[in-house]
């Protein structure tokens, strides 16, 4: 696998823009859409917290297991949310994607689907990945739904993982899976448009 570096990703109504410290405005609003944050599941900042949170995603891009995202929906031309490869282990092909969080009112749209697709293609075709991982609280059954919508398979579940101390329900997508998976999307995004 080519060890990933920041770059632009565009298609399908959506540009995944390097995240910077100059999105913090805007991804507090984005955060604000729905006061996303006090869902518990979720990785999701206050607005008053959205620079330290940029703060720890651009570490973890700098000690490279990380390589987050703004998300930035064409149409409107406006940045809605967050999403980012991370546990990025590049000696077995493998990253996940996660930390992904729209503003409600873009929530079910859209924009998850164009975003998975960008991340997917990036991540087989270019980075040359064998696996895509994709894990969610064991209680976030939204995101759940959306996980397997995309047609990742359930790994299983991870219990008492990470420091939140949650369950982790995990899934993955192998390369051999991706022109299927692939296919899938399109015809989905074609339905929204």
């Known amino acids: ?58 570490a973890g891009q700098e000690a490279g ?17 967050s999403t980012r490869y991370h546990d990025i282990v590049a000696a077995i092909d493998r990253v996940e994607i996660g930390y992904t969080w729209y503003g409600k009112s873009w929530q079910r749209s859209h924009v998850n689907t164009g975003c998975k697709l960008l991340l997917l293609h990036h991540a ?37 993982h990470l420091r939140s101390v949650r369950d982790s329900v995990m899934y993955s997508i192998f390369a051999s899976e991706w022109p299927d998976v692939r296919k899938h999307l399109e015809a989905r995004l074609a339905r929204h448009v």
């Open 124 to 160: 087989f075709d270019t980075l040359d990945c064998k696996l895509v991982g994709l894990r969610t609280d064991n209680f976030n059954f939204t995101s759940q739904r959306a996980i397997e919508a995309l047609g990742a398979k359930k790994d299983g579940v991870l219990r008492h």
């Open 1 to 58: 696998m080519i060890h990933p570096q920041p770059v632009t990703l565009e298609g399908y109504g959506v540009r995944l823009e390097p995240l910077t410290e100059g999105h913090a405005d805007t991804l507090a609003l984005a955060a604000a859409d729905g006061k996303l944050w006090e869902l518990w599941f979720t990785s999701v900042p206050e607005p008053s917290q959205t620079r330290d949170y940029i703060a720890a995603a651009l």
């Open 65 to 81: 297991h990380m390589l987050p995202w703004a998300v930035r929906e064409l149409t409107s031309n406006t940045i809605i949310g």
